[in-house]
């Protein structure tokens, strides 16, 4: 212990990323949960560009960004691989993972839905196909950084109140996000629906005031 931390929040899917890695690696790591509305002082000594959450702290130097952190760990424990062993299936890998992120960070604009839609049957179309799971049978990076779709949009919409137009429009995306759940590490590790859905309303409500 103590030789890898992760500075976290409870509700963050960015967070999440990085716990359901290490788990699947078996690294042993302290947490440690952060208020963002008073953030640490270590937490600002090492992410000072972004101040924000998730930071993997491993013999005391900081990563930051959890795709970078997700990367750090894949290359520093390459036990139980996350990313495939084919430079090129490894490159498509980044390249599914650096779409989703664009779009994901697009989420709160005035994207409508169908937009979205469109982004979400690209996904599935293109980058699931017929697998389980992005990676084949197995789960990968690219499973881990679109982790935020099952439960995180899932209570999204239940909170916006909208029926779960995902499970109609996309039926592969929703299949994937079901063998997702199930896996024990991702099952395991998933923040409370209720507490989620709750603090979610709360984050909607303040951005509704301003
Ligand atoms: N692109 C970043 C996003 C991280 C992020 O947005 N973290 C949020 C919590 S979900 C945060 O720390 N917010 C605090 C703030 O913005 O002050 C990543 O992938 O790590």
């Not at 499973?143 to 995180?152: K, M, R, Y």
């Not at 949009?153 to 079901?178: D, G, K």
Request: charged residues 25%; proline residues 5%.
């Amino acid at each position: 212990m103590g030789e890898v931390k992760l500075h976290g929040f409870w509700a963050s899917p960015f967070s999440h990323r990085v716990i359901w890695a290490l788990k699947l690696k078996g690294v042993e790591y302290e947490y440690m949960e952060e208020d963002l509305s008073n953030k640490s002082q270590l937490l600002l000594q090492y992410n000072p560009a972004h101040k924000k959450i998730p930071v993997l702290v491993h013999r005391n130097k900081p990563v930051a960004e959890s795709l970078v952190i997700l990367e750090y760990i894949e290359e520093t424990w390459p036990e139980n691989p996350l990313l495939p062993l084919d430079a090129c299936d490894r490159a498509m890998a980044r390249f599914w993972i650096n779409f989703g992120e664009q779009k994901n960070n697009r989420r709160g604009t005035r994207e409508n839905r169908e937009e979205v839609a469109q982004i979400l049957k690209t996904i599935e179309e293109k980058a699931l196909g017929d697998n389980n799971f992005f990676g084949g049978n197995t789960l990968g990076l690219v499973d881990l950084s679109f982790g935020w779709l099952p439960h995180w949009f899932e209570v999204t919409e239940q909170v916006q109140a909208r029926s779960y137009w995902i499970r109609l429009l996309c039926r592969v995306l929703h299949a994937w996000a079901q063998n997702f759940k199930q896996v024990p590490v991702i099952r395991d590790n998933l923040p409370d629906p209720q507490k989620l859905s709750a603090h979610l309303k709360r984050l909607r409500g303040n951005l509704l005031k301003n």
